[in-house]
C-alpha cells in the first residue's frame, strides 16, 4: 500500500518511510492548527497560565492565604499599585490570591484530567478489546457513572471527606474525586474507537500480511483513539477547572489553599462594596477556561481528517 | 413497532442498575461521614444514652453496613424518606423545591434551543465570516464562563448598582413589579433565567455549528444542490434533519444535569430549588434530606435520560435497530 503512493522508494527503506511520513502526520496537524488564529491565541492563553502557576511563588507579592493587608490597614481596598486587584474586607490582597490559585486551580483541572484519561483508557480499552460479560459489566459501569448526577455526589464526597482527610490534602482530595467521578466519556470513545478501527478494512489487510498484534496495537489502533483523547482531555481540563471553582465557590473545597472560586466566595458578603474581590479570581476563571476551550477546539478542526481540505 | 417495544424495555430495564449504582454511592458517601447518630448529637449533646441506644437500634445502626443498606433501599422504594434533622418530613419539602428548579430549568432550556439552534445553523452556513465569528465567540463565552460568577455580575449591575430587580429568592413579599405576585416572580426570575439561558444556549450554537458543517460536507448534500434544489430547501429539509438529532441527546442530558446541576446559580440567587437545598443540606450534613434529594434527583435524572432515548429511538430509526 505504502509503495503506491511514493513508487520512487525502495522496499529496503519502508520503514523509514513510515516514521518519516508518520512524523509528517503530527507535522500537518501542527500547520492546520496554526493556521486557526483562535486556536493558537488559545494555546497562548493556556501556556501565560501555566507560567503563571509555576511562578506564582516567587510572582505573588504575599503568600497564600496570607491576611497580611489586615495589620498593614489595607484591609478592602480598591485597586491599587500597592494591590493590584484591591485587598479583601478581611485583608487578602486579591492580587496575591489569584495568582497562588492559578497553581491550585490548574493543579487540579490538569491533575483530574490526568487521572480521568487514565482510568477512562484502561475501562475503555478493556471493554472494547474483551467480549461477552466483561465487556458489558464495563460498559455498565462507564454508562452508570455518565448517567449519575456528578456534582451532588461530589459535592457530597467532599464534604464527608474533607472532614476525615487530615489538613493539607484538600485540593488533591477534589482533584481525585473529579477525576475517579469523571472518566466516562474518556471510556466511551476509546471502546467506540477500537470497535470502529478494529473493523476497518486496512486493520484487516494489515493483519493479512501478517503484523503482529502489537505493531497493529500500537501502529494502527492508538493513533487513532489518541486524537479523540487529546481532544476530549483538553476540553475535560477546561470542565474540571469550572467544577473545582464552583466547588470551592460553594465553600466544600479545600480552605487553606487558595484557589480562585475561594476568593470569589470571600467576596461575596461584601459585594455591594468591594465589586473586585469577586470580579478578578472570576475574570481568571473566564480566560483559563477559555484558553483550553480554544485549544481544544483548534486540534479538534486540526486533527479532524474530514476536515482536511 | 416491535423493535421499539423492545428497546423501550431495554431503556427501562437498563435504569435499574443506575439506580442500584447511585444508590450505592450515596449510601457509601454517607455512612463514610460516620455515625450519623453522633453527628446528630453535635446539636443535642445533653440525650442520655438510653435515648441514644433507642436511636440506635430505630435507625438499624446495630446491623452490619449491607443489612443497613437493604433496610435504606426498602424504604426509599416505598418513598419513605424518613424526617431531616431539622425535624420536617422530607418528601414534603422536596415537592415545593423541585417546582422551583423546573420553573427556572425550563424555560431557560427550551429558550436556550429556540435561540441557540438557529444561531447555530446560521453561524455555520456563514463560516468564516465576520458574523460567524461574532456568534461564535459570544458561544464561547458563555462556553467559558462559570455560571454563578456571571450571576454575580449581573446581581452587582442590576440590583446594586441600577436596583432595577431583586438579587434573591423565587418571590419576595414585597411585590415588586407592579405589586402583583405574577410580575413580582417575573422580577425574580429574570436574571437566574438570563444567565442560565445564556450559558445553555453556548452549548447549543457550538454543537449545531459543528454538525451543520460536517453535515454540509456530506455527498447527499452535493447532491441535492446538483439536483438543483433551492438552498433553502437543501439546508432546511435535508441538512437540518440529520444535524438536529445530536441535539435531542444533548437537551436531555442537560435537562438531566439541570436538575441537580445548578447548585452554584441557585446559590448566588438564593433561589429555593433542588440544588441551593442541596448545597444546604449537604453543608449541615443533614443526611436524610441528602439521601432525599438525591434520590429524587437521580429517578428525575433517568426519566429524562430515557425521554430522550425514546425521542431519539423515534426520530432515528437506526438507533433501536442496534
Request: proline fraction near 5%; hydrophobic fraction near 50%.
Amino acid at each position: 500500500m505504502e509503495k503506491d503512493t511514493k513508487s520512487d522508494v525502495p522496499t529496503t527503506q519502508e520503514k523509514k518511510v513510515t516514521e518519516r511520513r508518520e512524523a509528517s502526520q503530527w507535522a500537518v496537524a501542527w500547520r492546520r492548527f496554526k493556521r486557526n488564529k483562535a486556536g493558537l491565541a488559545g494555546l497562548f492563553i493556556v501556556l501565560f497560565f501555566v507560567f503563571i502557576a509555576i511562578t506564582s511563588p516567587w510572582l505573588a507579592p504575599y503568600p497564600p492565604r496570607s491576611y497580611q493587608s489586615l495589620y498593614e490597614g489595607d484591609a478592602g481596598q480598591s485597586p491599587s499599585l500597592k494591590h493590584p486587584f484591591g485587598t479583601s474586607n478581611s485583608g487578602l490582597d486579591v492580587y496575591s490570591e489569584v495568582l497562588h490559585g492559578t497553581l491550585g486551580d490548574m493543579y487540579v483541572g490538569v491533575g483530574a484530567t490526568a487521572i480521568a484519561v487514565i482510568i477512562g483508557i484502561v475501562i475503555g480499552a478493556a471493554a472494547g478489546y474483551s467480549r461477552g460479560g466483561l465487556s458489558d459489566v464495563l460498559l455498565m459501569l462507564s454508562q452508570i457513572f455518565y448517567t449519575i448526577p456528578l456534582l451532588p455526589l461530589i459535592l457530597l464526597a467532599a464534604r464527608v471527606f474533607l472532614i476525615l482527610v487530615a489538613q493539607g490534602f484538600g485540593l488533591t482530595l477534589i482533584m481525585l474525586l473529579l477525576g475517579v467521578f469523571g472518566w466516562s466519556t474518556i471510556a466511551f470513545i476509546v471502546r467506540g474507537e477500537i470497535l470502529r478501527v478494529r473493523e476497518l478494512e486496512y486493520i484487516q489487510a494489515s493483519r493479512a500480511l501478517g503484523a503482529s498484534r502489537s505493531r497493529i496495537i500500537f501502529r494502527h489502533i492508538v493513533p487513532n483513539i489518541l486524537t479523540p483523547v487529546i481532544v476530549t482531555a483538553t476540553l475535560l481540563i477546561a470542565g474540571n477547572i469550572l467544577t473545582e471553582v464552583v466547588i470551592s465557590f460553594l465553600g466544600f473545597g479545600d480552605v487553606n489553599t487558595s484557589t480562585w472560586g475561594l476568593t470569589i466566595q470571600e467576596g461575596v458578603a461584601y459585594i455591594r462594596t468591594q465589586w473586585w474581590v469577586c470580579i478578578f479570581p472570576g475574570l481568571a476563571t473566564l480566560f483559563a477556561v477559555l484558553g483550553f476551550n480554544l485549544v481544544g477546539d483548534g486540534l479538534s478542526d486540526a486533527l479532524n481528517p474530514r476536515l482536511r481540505d | 413497532m416491535a423493535g421499539l417495544t423492545k428497546y423501550i424495555i431495554r431503556r427501562v430495564l437498563f435504569m435499574i442498575p443506575v439506580f442500584l449504582g447511585v444508590s450505592i454511592l450515596t449510601f457509601g458517601i454517607t455512612n463514610a461521614a460516620g455515625d450519623p447518630i453522633s453527628l446528630i448529637r453535635q446539636g443535642l449533646k445533653s440525650a442520655p444514652p438510653q435515648v441514644i441506644e433507642a436511636l440506635r437500634v430505630y435507625y438499624h445502626l446495630d446491623q452490619p453496613v449491607y443489612i443497613r443498606y437493604l433496610y435504606w433501599l426498602w424504604d426509599i422504594l416505598h418513598l419513605n424518606l424518613g424526617v431531616s434533622v431539622s425535624g420536617t418530613s422530607v418528601i414534603d419539602k422536596i415537592g415545593p423545591w423541585t417546582l422551583t428548579t423546573l420553573e427556572l430549568q425550563i424555560p431557560s432550556l427550551l429558550l436556550a434551543v429556540l435561540i441557540g439552534v438557529p444561531l447555530g445553523v446560521y453561524s455555520a452556513r456563514h463560516q468564516y465570516s465576520k458574523r460567524d465569528v461574532t456568534v461564535t465567540t459570544f458561544a464561547l463565552f458563555g462556553y467559558s464562563m462559570p455560571t454563578f460568577w456571571l450571576g454575580l455580575i449581573m446581581i452587582i449591575v442590576f440590583s446594586l448598582y441600577l436596583g432595577w430587580l431583586p438579587s434573591a429568592g423565587a418571590a419576595g413579599i414585597t411585590h415588586y413589579w407592579w405589586g402583583s405576585q405574577f410580575g413580582d416572580a417575573i422580577a425574580h426570575l429574570i436574571m437566574p433565567l438570563l444567565v442560565l439561558t445564556y450559558v445553555e444556549l453556548a452549548t447549543f450554537v457550538r454543537l449545531m455549528r459543528g454538525n451543520m458543517l460536517q453535515t454540509l460536507r456530506e455527498d447527499y448534500i452535493l447532491a441535492a444542490r446538483a439536483s438543483g434544489l433551492k438552498e433553502g430547501t437543501v439546508i432546511y429539509k435535508h441538512a437540518l434533519r440529520n444535524a438536529i438529532t445530536p441535539i435531542v441527546t444533548i437537551m436531555g442530558l442537560s435537562f438531566g444535569s439541570a436538575l441537580a446541576g445548578a447548585p452554584g446559580l441557585e446559590t448566588t440567587f438564593s433561589w429555593p430549588g433542588l440544588g441551593y437545598e442541596f448545597v444546604v443540606a449537604t453543608y449541615s450534613l443533614d443526611i436524610p434530606m441528602i439521601v432525599g434529594l438525591t434520590v429524587v434527583i437521580t429517578i428525575m435524572l433517568m426519566i429524562a435520560n430515557l425521554i430522550t432515548d425514546l425521542v431519539y429511538g423515534l426520530i432515528d430509526p437506526r438507533v433501536r435497530l442496534s
